[in-house]
Nanobody, 124 residues
Framework: QVRLVESGGGLVQPGGSLKLSCATS????????IGWFRQAPGKEREAVSC????????MYADSVKGRFSVSVDYAENTVYLQMNSLKPEDTAAYYC?????????????????WGQGTQVNVSS
């Protein structure tokens, strides 16, 4: 059974940093595409970053390039999202997801397994 559990969210001031974790079980991340997504109130879920399953290529949304960084501990089957220089517009529920597809299409429709999400609030 595939299970994903996000953690690390919270309240942070603009310009601050947070590191989200996504602990997985029932999967071998070396064979899965991995994605981080977020959903702000009243908005659709959007992709933040994806890692392809075939060549571990990492893609970032333009809105987070240079500020966010994704990493994977394959031994622990855990995915991380380091978020720096946070802005109020980064406020959202953040979700990790995995799928056996390639992951080249970094869209929620390409991912079958999801965590429950962790809330990030960026506010002064």
């Amino acid at each position: 059974q595939v299970r994903l559990v996000e953690s690390g969210g919270g309240l942070v001031q603009p310009g601050g940093s947070l590191k989200l974790s996504c602990a997985t079980s029932g999967v071998d991340l070396a064979w899965y595409a991995i994605g981080w997504f977020r959903q702000a109130p009243g908005k659709e879920r959007e992709a933040v970053s994806c890692i392809t399953s075939t060549d571990s290529r990492i893609m970032y949304a333009d809105s987070v390039k240079g500020r966010f960084s994704v990493s994977v501990d394959y031994a622990e089957n855990t995915v991380y999202l380091q978020m720096n220089s946070l802005k109020p517009e980064d406020t959202a529920a953040y979700y990790c997801a995995v799928d056996r597809s390639s992951g080249y299409v970094c869209h929620e429709s390409s991912f079958a397994f999801w965590g429950q999400g962790t809330q990030v609030n960026v506010s002064s």
